[in-house]
């Protein structure tokens, strides 16, 4: 007895818990009809049915458009209605004696209650809006981003296909600034040493003339000095020791040349560039080179061709603070050394490393994208045949050369999502110099004056002023 009558104690708790969600929704799916009231529009979601209660019994119905909506009476006081299509009908309703008791409007749209639950699911945190428009559906509100206001619009394409309206906004950061740090180092080192022999003078008639070894020089039949048949005028010679000796009427000179080079060289670009989200930024800084082109008529004309630093690159904010980059980079550079020559017009050649490419990453992270290691060697010996094998004495008839070159390169890109700020916050590089004075000028040889003269001197461009131009300026950091 007492298990039944907890039982019974619960079902009747349960009852009255349900009792008032289900007047609210049978208030929700009915509408009452009152003689000469003003009705509400009734919604009727596409594929469902609705009961629209009279307070006076009704003779005869009447549906405007059978296409959008159907109707049928359950009694005299019920009316069932279907809706069919999207659209916009009327619902004429008659008692026994033909007077109108009232016409409601019927409006059919397709049924989105699913297609709520749906977003709510997948995209819980937005705040989206869910309308209907004639046969569509109408997204409006506020996304954190275009990865997830495309998952809306896919999903709303499942339940009205064709037929979605996009008004949602992005919100958050949309300006993305782009770093790009290109860093080059080349090495390289050379080695040489060479012999040469020469011997003259008046013995044979002065008809004796011999030159041994690797240096290019002029032979006479004569030689009148051996000074100017190993290094004659004009020749390049360096590192060179020249000493001889004379025995009799003969003459001996050698020259010894022995060379080290080294050399380094280190090229850094660091380009910055802002962009909105989905838009394509370009930066040069550098220069055009004028190229003469050949056209018909025998004339030629000037092509002005671009070097220096160059950056295009289209962000695009994809999820929070997620960043796919379309980027293009080059540093290219004059090279005198790969020129030729045309028509009697030089045209010197570009020395250009450049980079195309497409990655995803997170604000503040970087990317190596690009590396070059080049490691070139040269190993070169020359010598005169048979002589140059004799032991000792044949490094006197050889030249022997090395050279080693390597080159070291590297593109690093790092992305920020940022957002202006006050001009006054701003610092430039030119406000930390002034104009000097006539007496720093004249008398004390100065060519700026002193810090802080015209520079500001207050608020927060006066203290960033007052630092080195290092860091990032113009924007904030998220």
């Known amino acids: 007895m007492t298990i039944d009558r907890f039982l019974k104690t619960a079902?009747?708790?349960?009852?009255?818990?349900?009792?008032?969600?289900?007047?609210?929704?049978?208030?929700?799916?009915?509408?009452?009809?009152?003689?000469?009231?003003?009705?509400?529009?009734?919604?009727?979601?596409?594929?469902?049915?609705?009961?629209?209660?009279?307070?006076?019994?009704?003779?005869?119905?009447?549906?405007?458009?059978?296409?959008?909506?159907?109707?049928?009476?359950?009694?005299?006081?019920?009316?069932?209605?279907?809706?069919?299509?999207?659209?916009?009908?009327?619902?004429?309703?008659?008692?026994?004696?033909?007077?109108l008791i009232s016409n409601v409007d019927i409006r059919v749209s397709p049924d989105v209650s699913e297609f709520k639950e749906r977003l709510r699911q997948i995209l819980p945190q937005e705040k989206i809006e869910v309308r209907t428009a004639n046969d569509g559906i109408v997204l409006s509100g506020t996304v954190s981003s275009t990865a997830r206001m495309q998952r809306a619009l896919d999903l709303a394409q499942r339940y009205a296909p064709d037929r979605v309206s996009n008004l949602m906004s992005v919100g958050g950061v949309q300006q993305v600034m782009l770093k790009v740090r290109f860093a080059e180092m080349e090495r390289t080192a050379a080695k040489m040493l060479r012999t040469s022999l020469a011997t003259g003078g008046s013995v044979a008639g002065g008809d004796l003339g011999l030159e041994l070894g690797t240096l290019s020089a002029a032979s006479d039949a004569a030689v009148d000095a051996v000074a100017d048949k190993l290094a004659p005028q004009g020749l390049d010679v360096e590192g060179a020791v020249l000493f001889g000796f004379n025995a009799g009427g003969l003459e001996v000179g050698i020259m010894l040349e022995a060379l080290e080079r080294k050399g380094i060289v280190r090229t850094l670009a660091e380009p910055n560039l802002t962009a909105l989200s989905g838009q394509e930024a370009k930066f040069l800084a550098g220069g055009e080179y004028p190229v003469p082109v050949s056209q018909q008529n025998n004339t030629i004309t000037i092509e002005y061709k671009p070097f220096g630093v160059e950056l295009n690159f289209i962000p695009r904010v994809v999820d929070g603070d997620l960043i796919n980059l379309e980027l293009e980079a080059a540093v290219s550079s004059i090279d005198t050394n790969n020129s030729i020559v045309l028509s009697d017009i030089s045209i010197n050649g570009f020395k250009r490393r450049e980079t195309s490419t497409t990655v995803e990453l997170r604000d503040g992270e970087s990317f190596a994208i690009a590396g070059l290691l080049m490691d070139d060697f040269t190993d070169r010996n020359s010598q005169l045949p048979w002589l140059g094998d004799v032991p000792v004495l044949g490094a006197l008839f050889r030249s022997a050369e090395y050279q080693r070159s390597q080159s070291e390169l590297v593109i690093i890109v790092t992305p920020h999502l940022v957002t202006p700020t006050r001009g006054e916050y701003l610092a430039l590089p030119t406000d930390r110099v002034v104009p000097p004075t006539e007496r720093d000028l004249f008398l004390r040889g100065k060519v700026a004056g002193k810090p802080g003269q015209k520079a500001p001197n207050s608020g927060a461009a006066g203290e960033v002023a007052k630092q080195d131009f290092t860091g990032s300026y113009g924007y904030v950091m998220d």
């Open 11 to 99: 079902l009747l708790g349960l009852s009255l818990a349900v009792a008032p969600l289900a007047v609210q929704y049978a208030q929700a799916d009915n509408l009452r009809i009152l003689r000469n009231g003003t009705q509400p529009v009734l919604n009727v979601p596409m594929n469902r049915a609705l009961v629209v209660e009279s307070d006076i019994p009704f003779a005869e119905l009447s549906i405007a458009n059978p296409a959008i909506a159907d109707i049928s009476s359950l009694n005299d006081r019920n009316i069932y209605v279907l809706g069919k299509a999207p659209g916009t009908t009327t619902l004429t309703i008659l008692d026994a004696a033909g007077e």
